[in-house]
């Protein structure tokens, strides 16, 4: 059974940092783009950050370029997503995603290529 496990969310205070970590099972997915989603009430889901399958491409939205960054762990199928200098803005569900249908060396840039999805971890930022 294939799943993506999220961990490391809880509540901060702003300029505070947290690290999500996203953790694969299943199958191996040393060569699947992955990516992270957030999604708060009555927005729609977005991508925050994505990384390719060889991990030599990364993007980012333009609200968290500067103050995130995305890594994997290729050995041990593990997607991390640090976050500094966090905002009340910030305050959302992030989602790991998974896509196997892209090259290697492609990111995630929508929600309509990701295969797998994670269940989420909930990140608080007061003020």
């Known amino acids: 059974q294939v799943q993506l496990v999220e961990s490391g969310g809880g509540l901060v205070q702003a300029g505070g940092s947290l690290r999500l970590s996203c953790a694969a099972s299943?199958?191996?997915?040393?060569?699947?783009?992955m990516g992270w989603f957030r999604q708060s009430p009555g927005k729609e889901r977005e991508l925050v950050a994505a990384i390719s399958g060889d991990g030599g491409l990364t993007t980012y939205a333009h609200s968290v370029k500067g103050r995130f960054i995305i890594s994997k762990d290729n050995t041990r199928s593990i997607v991390y997503l640090q976050m500094n200098s966090l905002k009340p803005e910030d305050t959302a569900v992030y989602h790991c995603?998974?896509?196997?249908?892209?090259?290697?060396?492609?990111?995630?840039?929508?929600?309509?290529?990701?295969?797998?999805w994670g269940q989420g971890t909930q990140v608080s930022v007061s003020s």
């Open positions: 299943g199958r191996s997915f040393s060569l699947d783009a």
């Open positions: 995603a998974a896509s196997r249908r892209l090259f290697p060396q492609t990111v995630l840039t929508s929600i309509t290529e990701v295969d797998y």
